[in-house]
């Protein structure tokens, strides 16, 4: 099963109103939450300063103090997420020199992130050795062409399959992974692409991707 991007989370205490409780902190993509002897949700938009303080991660939220004692590097790395958060582009995996194509779908917001990251978007339907294939399924009948998308792959290439998400949407977890399947791919991370749609991530079984040829040796000494 796909591991799912959902941020961080620590069993730790709270420490909020001088009341100290047990629990597990999450830190995910719109909210700070601490399930446990109390439930504590955190929009993100909504936090004042985020700092980490000896094993703490300091939250101002509100007019009200919280503190997560969740260790030193922790509470750091915590804090620079919250203060810096990852583009979309990061999430996703977009990197400088990458070769990318969108099938099926159009992202004016995604394909300035493609530029600003330096990657290459390819336009013609023919390119091949891709990087990176962004592949919206909008209904059922799409997940039939994953199997033709994969081989414009480069061997260590990866689609994102975006669909539409909750509750009635025409695409279950369970399509999309089946199609996978069908297709010769695995399933290997879920993140959230906007509020509507998800993002799935597939790649060819390392088992099957063709080996790399090594070199020649070096024969003029």
Excluded at 14 to 28: H, K, N, P, S, V
Excluded at 53 to 70: N, Q, W
Excluded at 158 to 185: F, N, T, V, Y
Aim: proline share 4%.
């Amino acid at each position: 099963m796909a591991k799912v991007d959902m941020g961080y989370d620590s069993t730790c205490t709270l420490t909020i109103d001088g009341r100290a409780f047990r629990g597990t902190a999450l830190l995910e993509h719109k909210e700070l939450l601490f399930r446990g002897d109390v439930r504590l949700v955190i929009p993100l938009n909504g936090i004042d300063e985020a700092r980490a303080e000896g094993d703490s991660l300091v939250i101002l939220f509100g007019g009200r103090s919280a503190a997560f004692a969740i260790g030193a590097d922790a509470a750091g790395k915590w804090a620079r997420r919250i203060t810096s958060p990852p583009s979309r582009a990061d999430k996703l995996g977009v990197k400088a020199g990458m070769r990318i194509a969108l099938v099926g779908m159009e992202d004016e917001a995604l394909v300035e992130d493609i530029g600003a990251k330096g990657a290459l978007l390819e336009t013609s339907a023919r390119s091949k050795g891709l990087d990176m294939i962004f592949f919206a399924a909008n209904a059922p009948r799409d997940l039939s062409r994953l199997g033709t998308i994969a081989g414009r792959l480069e061997a260590a290439g990866a689609i994102w399959l975006i669909r539409a998400k909750g509750r009635g949407a025409p695409i279950s977890e369970r399509d999309s992974m089946a199609a996978g399947k069908q297709a010769g791919l695995v399933d290997v991370k879920v993140v959230s692409y906007s509020d509507t749609h998800s993002a799935e991530k597939y790649v060819i079984p390392v088992a099957r991707r063709p080996a790399r040829r090594r070199p020649p040796a070096d024969r003029s000494r």
